[in-house]
């Protein structure tokens, strides 16, 4: 396993140079683009990683991931998805293109305009705090904290991201403050993990909320159900179709070059990349985990007779 995570690191670093680092919140242009890691997890727990696996991250999108559980388990799924739909879109993750012309409510929680709807529907005395909570517990990790510089870059530029809370509102979509919402979903944006905290995250996904390690049930199986397809559908924006045909694995990315993965065969993968394609995913990334599931037969609707090539 070493040696093919080293092999799809050197094929993954192929593409970095066609790609370029989010610039769009400022503080994003300052990582690294030569960066480029993944770790992955089995179910017994063995757990094998390369290159810059280490250095950590805001997981941006990611956070959509966390915020969907949050909002299921905190206001069940007739509120959620009387918000917010389970379509992918066409458009870009930070489109407003739906919204000006009523398709309502959005289309579904992995783009922006859907999670900070599902972000709404969180009940909680204090959104952040449980998801951080929830953060923690899922990746097995209590040092995970706010990266607080890329959260004020953030809410400092995020114009897009109030357009969006703002139309919201105007069509009863939205409740409650739009500046609050966006608060919260700034915050949990700029949550900072590494690639073994969402591996550890992915595990359990991957085996249906059962963390095989403590053998602890962390997540009911209905929630998990739900993440993994909408991760199949739209966890990388308009390209998750393409996406789901070349490596077929439920994945969510996010600006900040993070994707979590998680397989049908219960593994938990997680990569870094910072440098992004024009979609907004990493590009070593998806290309790592393209070669990972043509090499480890990892395709969701794999044959069963397949012979890795
Ligand atoms: N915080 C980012 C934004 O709202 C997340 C987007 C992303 O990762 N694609 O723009």
Known sequence: MDSILQDALIYGKKY????????????????DPSHLGICLMLPDGSTYQAGDFQVPFTMQSIAKTFSLILALKTAGYETVFSKVGMEPT?????????????????????INAGAIVTVS??????????????VRQLCFNNTIALNESVYLSEKRTGMRNRSIAYLLQSDQILEGEP??????????????????DLARYALILANDGLDPITGTQMLEEWIVRIVKTLMLTCGMYDESGEFAVKAGIPSKSGVGGGIVATTEQGMGIATYGPVLNQKGNSIGGTHMLEYLSSKLNLHSFASKTYTAV
């Open 179 to 196: 500046e609050q919402v966006l608060d919260q979903y700034f915050h949990m944006c700029s949550v900072e993990v590494t690639t073994v």
């Open 121 to 134: 529907c969180i009940k909680a005395q204090d959104p952040f705090e449980e998801f951080l909570a929830l």
């Open 90 to 110: 066409g458009d870009c993750f930070d489109s407003i293109v739906q919204l000006e012309t009523k398709q309502l409510p959005p289309f579904n929680p992995m």
């Open 16 to 31: 970095l140079p066609s790609g370029k680092v989010a610039n769009y919140i400022p503080e994003l242009a300052k990582a």
